[in-house]
């Protein structure tokens, strides 16, 4: 029933405004709407809808995920704009932060001003 309706993602922020110079300026999404109680963005078809919140508790896991082609000029591009990639510790991450999975996808983790994990992946498929 909804496969074929577009998909709208959410993320927390107690700042509206940072949240908003960030998911703009550091990663270059384009703003749809802000008003008082939230950002929206375009995303590739889909929106991210970072939402205003009291308290905000980030999650120990990702909570919004980008697949991309080229992982390495991604990630390279990200940190040249500011973006700070997390290591994690016996993740056997690359010098630019980028994890290889068994079957051979690649990830790397990044978090928004509030904490909120995202990450960059390339399916093995997709590697030349």
């Not at 500011?82 to 991450?93: A, K, L």
């Amino acid at each position: 029933m909804l496969a074929d309706s577009p998909i709208i993602a959410f993320a927390s922020t107690t700042d509206l405004d940072g949240a908003r110079s960030f998911y703009e300026g550091r990663l270059g999404l384009e703003v749809l709407h802000q008003d008082g109680f939230a950002v929206a963005l375009a995303v590739s078809g889909a929106t991210i809808r970072v939402t205003l919140v009291d308290e905000l508790r980030p999650q120990p896991f990702t909570v919004i995920g980008w697949q991309v082609a080229d992982i390495v000029g991604t990630v390279r591009g990200l940190a040249a704009a500011g973006v700070p990639f997390t290591r994690y510790e016996g993740m056997g991450q690359d010098d630019d932060g980028i994890w290889t999975a068994p079957g051979g996808d690649r990830v790397a983790w990044f978090t928004d001003p509030d904490g909120n994990t995202l990450s960059v992946s390339q399916p093995s498929s997709s590697r030349r």
